[in-house]
């Protein structure tokens, strides 16, 4: 078990900064979620962690000692990857043993801990099968076993469930997650799905072009992104634009959007916050923000509603909202609405 | 036409093409233990010719050599061929598309041509003619054909099992040994068998550089058959036939050319 510090850390190819001047904690025992879009340097920054990559500037840290120059072998990592990378010429049983074997473990041990892991990782009596003969969960419950055998400081992640169709993932997230609960270990992973990063990790970064944008528990981060790409990145966001005011943001045909910081020229609100009724007026009401439009698309998708709604004042990219589908009644295309939302719910961002 | 025919007429084309490979080759090893020296029927079981091979040193002295050049040329050229292919697959270097050009007109070029060029150039620098003129021949002749054959095998080869290793806790000499190597072995396997066949199949080549005296044995066989064919070649053939063959099932037996289960 391990404290991972990161701090400061660089990487340039040629003109291109794959990483520029990150630093992070990743807390004992702590399942952590880097995320961003492909090409951001989250990869890149778990490839840093596990030793693969050298950074050209910055420390990183096992426990407060200095790691940058031990090699990938040294490091006391274990390492899940997306294609789960199991060794083709090998059983499963090997497979798990392959880590304590080079270690020269006494042959008792390998195969007490193999059993343990098999048992852990729920493949009881698959130790002789090759990995080629097992499906997709089960490819990757062997490769969690095979990491995680030799007791690794740090646990690294890299996007661990990207191969598995949308069921199976779902379960293993569950599973993921308990099974790094049990064993307390610090796990890293990396994804671009956010809805996997807010399920599993206990904090996470959201990572762009190379820099940290936003670090924090999911719902936090959820809730209260810093800038557009963090509220963009993590689900739908509608965008709030204008002139600052006292109370909020003030639209470019002047109603007045009141933010939950205050004075802002760039505000969000998820989907999710905004009640769709019958159209009222506008303006600032009893804590409430309200705006109307027009619906221009009604999308049943059987639990819920997705509305989009062209709102004038907000130029031509849609508002969005997400309603629960609890009553029979709803707007079709063309009807006038109201949007209310509370003002606690508009939050201020850097563009 | 209905199925069974259809299939009737693939078992009777397999059987002609499975005919024309092996006949010329089924009725060769017939007459090595025929009585006549001439072909003559009724064929009448001797082991004459194996006796008087036995007793031929030249052939055997020529056998012996050819043996040592394609054992030799195979372990030099399988090792210098997977560490090029090796160099191929996990490293950029300036010139690389180049000399992967530069490896297949070998392949194309007349061996009659090479082997002049050879002749040539080792005069010139003073290498001259021998059996070691020979093994360098056949290494460089089997080169290319090594590089292909493991090369095929690298491609196939996901290096992120060798970094999975490496986060597993094996050193570099560990990754190579119990990943990189048994993986890419049968590729290795075919390569050097693929080496060893072209050395001892090698005939112009070993005929250019061979001085008075000292031949291999396709060269020894090409100048017996001038001086008029005798039975004893037959012999030797089916011997060598038979060992080749063997060598192959074997590795057949144990190696799954061309992937995993």
């Known amino acids: 078990m391990s404290r991972v510090e990161v701090t400061g850390v660089a990487k340039r190819y040629g003109a291109v900064a794959a990483l520029d001047g990150v630093s992070l904690t990743f807390e004992d025992g702590e399942f952590f979620g880097l995320l961003g879009p492909s090409g951001s340097g989250k990869t890149t920054l778990l490839r840093m962690i596990a030793g693969f990559i050298e950074p050209d500037e910055g420390t990183i840290a096992f426990d407060g000692e200095r790691v940058e120059q031990v090699p990938v072998h040294k ?68 490769a969690l076993a095979r990491a995680l055998a030799p007791r690794p400081k740090v646990l690294l992640l890299d996007e661990p469930l990207g191969a598995l169709d949308r069921k199976l993932r779902q379960e293993m997230q569950v599973e993921l997650k308990e099974i790094q609960r049990s064993i307390g270990i610090t796990t890293i992973f990396v994804t671009h799905d956010q809805e996997e990063a807010l399920t599993l990790s206990d904090r996470i970064a959201i990572i762009d072009r190379g820099k940290l944008v936003q670090v924090g528990e999911p719902r936090a981060v959820y809730e209260r992104p810093r800038n557009l790409f963090a509220a963009r990145f993590l689900g739908d966001a509608n965008v709030l634009e204008g002139a600052a005011s006292g109370e909020g943001v003030r639209l470019a045909d002047g109603t007045l959007i009141a933010v939950a910081g205050g004075k802002a020229t760039l505000a969000v609100v998820r989907p999710e916050k905004v009640d769709v009724g019958a159209a009222t007026a506008r303006g600032v009401d009893g804590g409430s923000n309200r705006l109307t439009g027009e619906v221009r698309q009604a999308i049943f998708s059987g639990a819920s509603l997705t509305y989009h709604i062209r709102v004038p004042a907000l130029g031509s990219s849609p508002f969005i909202a997400f309603v629960q589908n609890r009553t029979a009644s709803a707007y079709g295309v063309g009807d006038t609405v109201s949007l209310s939302w ?6 201020a961002v850097a563009p | 036409m209905r199925p069974e025919s259809i299939d009737r007429l693939g078992y009777g084309y397999l059987g002609l093409i499975l005919a024309f490979l092996y006949l010329p080759i089924l009725v060769m090893m017939a007459m090595a233990f025929n009585r006549s020296p001439l072909y003559e029927l009724p064929f009448t079981f001797d082991l004459v010719w194996f006796k008087a091979l036995s007793n031929n040193a030249r052939l ?15 372990v030099i050229a399988t090792v210098l061929g997977t560490l090029v292919a090796y160099a191929f697959a996990r490293y950029e270097f300036p010139g690389k598309q180049v000399l992967r050009l530069l490896l297949l007109p070998p392949i194309a070029i007349p061996w009659l041509i090479i082997g002049t060029s050879m002749l040539i150039f080792f005069f010139w620098t003073g290498i001259g003619r021998g059996l070691h003129a020979i093994l360098l021949g056949h290494v460089a002749l089997s080169l290319p054909y090594v590089i292909v054959v493991v090369g095929a095998r690298f491609a196939a080869f996901d290096p992120v099992l060798e970094e999975a290793a490496a986060t597993a806790g094996a050193s570099p000499v560990q990754v190579f040994t119990r990943i990189t190597l048994p993986l890419l072995a049968p590729g290795i396997i075919a390569a050097a068998l693929f080496a060893f066949a072209v050395s001892f199949d090698q005939f112009v080549i070993s005929y250019f550089l061979a001085p008075p005296g000292i031949s291999t044995l396709p060269v020894e066989i090409y100048t017996a058959i001038r001086k008029g064919f005798t039975p004893e070649i037959n012999a030797i053939s089916t011997l060598i036939i038979l060992v080749s063959m063997g060598l192959m099932l074997l590795v057949a037996r144990n190696y799954r050319f061309g992937g995993e289960r």
Not at chain 1, 93 to 116: K, M
Not at chain 1, 342 to 347: F, G, H, I, L
């Open chain 1, 75 to 142: 490091r006391g990592i274990g390492m899940v990857f997306q294609s789960y990378a199991l060794f083709p010429h090998m059983t499963v049983a090997q497979n798990i043993a392959f880590g304590l074997d080079v270690r020269a473990t006494p042959r008792a041990d390998v195969a007490h801990r193999v059993e343990e892991l098999l048992d852990f990782v729920q493949l009881e009596g698959l130790g002789n099968r090759k990995p080629a003969a097992l499906s997709g969960g089960q490819q990757q419950r062997v």
């Open chain 2, 60 to 74: 055997i002295d020529a056998s012996i050599n050819s043996l040592w050049i394609a054992a030799v040329n195979a």
């Open chain 1, 342 to 347: 509370p003002v606690a719910d508009t939050v």
